[in-house]
């Protein structure tokens, strides 16, 4: 599909990775974004797009949102923290969402849906993890609820002619973002220089991807994957620890901190401590990440610091 000239529907249009794209498609493009603003912020929005505050579990917002003249909508929408306090409630609003914009995308006619999913559907997955490993087998709420939007996304796409691809994502960094392991390292730094406290064992291992490339790999694939589900990873090839973050963030803020640790090897609960993606058939399209994980995770420190 070609990226400009449309009209795009970006639901999580001021969230961290919604916004990204938000910015990049404005370019070519007339933008309708849509948030209800719980994960982002109303001055990510480029001044450029039409911006419409709602919540998405609301099909009212969903009919507002998504007109007879849109082209393609990018659905990142969802609440998305995978330790969350309120489990059923996460589960029930990300397949709700899911679940109205599909329908109205059916009674529209709207041909083209960009979902984000994430690495979480997997759980806890023999390294690197290919797009048809299975079963999938979540081990958080969040990641069940992925799964169960991707079971949603692929009803539509065979039953009721919706194109789609979907993208299960490994770590993304960068600008904007926020309840994640760089920016809390940094707050806790500037708070305490000293000491860090770091959660788990600092040994969980993943793979980080920065924003830039995440939605470099993205249009990319939206323009050369053509069959009716397009499903595929975006990472890298390499991880990073929670122990090397650490290091990275303190040379960057120029400290030498003790490390302290709460234990286990998980985080939280439903953490998965060790994630990388096979990226193989992302490869075989023409499209590989030019950095490794240390270095987005660098990069997205700098921006972040700044």
Not at 254 to 259: A, I, K, V
Request: with cysteine; aromatic share 8%; net charge negative.
């Amino acid at each position: 599909m070609d990226l400009s000239g449309k009209r795009l529907v970006v639901t999580g249009g001021a969230g961290f990775v919604g916004s990204h794209l938000a910015d990049r498609l404005t370019t070519d493009n007339d933008v309708f974004v849509v948030d209800d603003c719980s994960n982002g912020k109303r001055e990510f929005v480029p001044e450029q797009a039409t911006f419409y505050e709602g919540d998405l579990t609301e099909p009212a917002v969903v009919a507002d949102a998504i007109t007879p003249d849109t082209d393609a909508v990018f659905h990142f929408a969802a609440a998305k923290a995978v330790n969350t306090d309120h489990p059923r409630r996460q589960f029930e609003d990300n397949t709700a969402m899911t679940y109205n914009v599909l329908e109205r995308m059916d009674e529209t006619d709207v041909g083209r849906l960009i979902y984000t999913s994430s690495s979480t559907v997997y759980g806890e997955a023999p390294r690197p993890t290919p797009e048809d490993f299975a079963p999938l087998e979540p081990i958080s709420p969040y990641g069940a609820s992925k799964l169960a939007e991707e079971g949603l996304v692929s009803t539509y796409a065979h039953s009721h002619g919706i194109q789609a691809w979907v993208f299960r994502f490994a770590n993304v960094v960068g600008p904007r973002l926020r309840g994640a392991v760089i920016p809390d390292f940094i707050d806790k730094l500037r708070e305490n220089p000293d000491r860090l406290v770091i959660l788990g064992d600092g040994r969980q291992e993943k793979s980080y991807m920065h924003v830039s490339e995440c939605l470099d790999a993205m249009c990319f694939v939206v323009r050369e994957a053509d069959d009716d589900l397009n499903v595929l990873n975006l990472g890298t090839r390499t991880t990073t620890s929670v122990d090397r973050i650490a290091a990275i963030v303190s040379e960057e803020l120029g400290l030498e901190p003790t490390y302290e640790y709460t234990g286990g090897e998980r985080g939280w609960t439903g953490d998965v401590p060790r994630m990388r993606l096979s990226v193989e058939k992302l490869a075989g399209l023409g499209w590989e990440s030019s950095q490794s994980s240390d270095d987005a995770v660098r990069q997205a420190a700098c921006e972040l610091i700044e």
